[in-house]
């Protein structure tokens, strides 16, 4: 069974520090992988996508993806209070010929005064 | 304003009911989808629809059914043979279902409690 595993947490980060947030898939054949902020009571929110291996940067939000060890991360730097919030990983695999997202139950950050 | 609604924001069913949520979007994408999200968990695929009047059970699809008459609409209906409805419902869309268009937006949720 394909998984999305990401450590429930609660993170804890200082107020303007980086924030880094880990995920890790178990199918060698997904081909993008996206990242979504979710506040409590409200439903997802795009942050960001990558597709490649490597880092991608989007203001003060890094993806880092490494498909060979199955792993991608999502660093928030100079960390605000209104980051605070649960992260979902979500992983894109081909199945029939169409891709089917699986998300992971996601990471609670939250940013300390 | 494109985007994706959904209503009602909150719902409260009986026992033995069933009800009908709603998902509209403007947004011009091909395919539809519906989760489940209970408190804590991570997101659960109940149906998803590709093309008008196609459509494929998820991963929990027992005791829900959906409809795709037009492009824009994908309602679900919770019926009374699903044990456990009380959960967190959202609705998605992405351009296409195929690799590479496949980025999926959501709408705002509808919160089913079952009294």
């Known amino acids: 069974q394909k998984e999305v595993e990401q450590n429930s947490g609660p993170l804890s980060v200082p107020e303007g520090a980086i924030a880094s947030l880990n995920c890790t898939y178990s199918d060698r054949g997904s081909q993008s992988f996206f990242w979504y902020r979710q506040y409590s009571g409200k439903s997802p929110e795009l942050i960001m996508s990558?597709?490649?291996?490597g880092d991608k940067e989007d203001g003060r939000f890094t993806a880092q993806l490494n498909k060979a060890s199955q792993y991608v991360s999502l660093l928030i730097r100079d960390s605000q209070p209104s980051d605070s919030a649960t992260y979902l990983c979500?992983?894109?695999?081909?199945?029939?010929?169409?891709?089917?997202?699986?998300f992971g139950s996601g990471t609670r950050l939250s940013i300390r005064p | 304003d494109g985007g994706i609604t959904q209503s009602p924001k909150y719902l409260f069913r009986k026992e033995g009911q069933n009800v009908t949520l709603s998902c509209e979007q403007n947004l011009n994408h091909d395919a539809m989808y519906w989760y489940r999200q209970d408190p804590g968990q991570g997101l659960r695929l109940i149906y998803y629809?590709?093309?008008?009047?196609?459509?494929q059970k998820g991963d929990i699809a027992e005791g829900y059914s959906v409809s795709r008459e037009k492009k824009e609409s994908f309602p679900l209906t919770v019926t009374s043979a699903q044990k456990n409805p009380t959960a967190f419902y959202l609705c998605a869309s992405s351009p296409q279902r195929d690799r590479g268009e496949d980025t999926q937006y959501f709408g705002p949720g509808t919160r089913l409690t079952v009294l």
């Open positions: 979500a992983v894109s695999s081909v199945d029939s010929s169409a891709s089917k997202i699986i």
């Open positions: 990558i597709y490649s291996n």
């Open positions: 629809s590709q093309i008008v009047n196609d459509f």
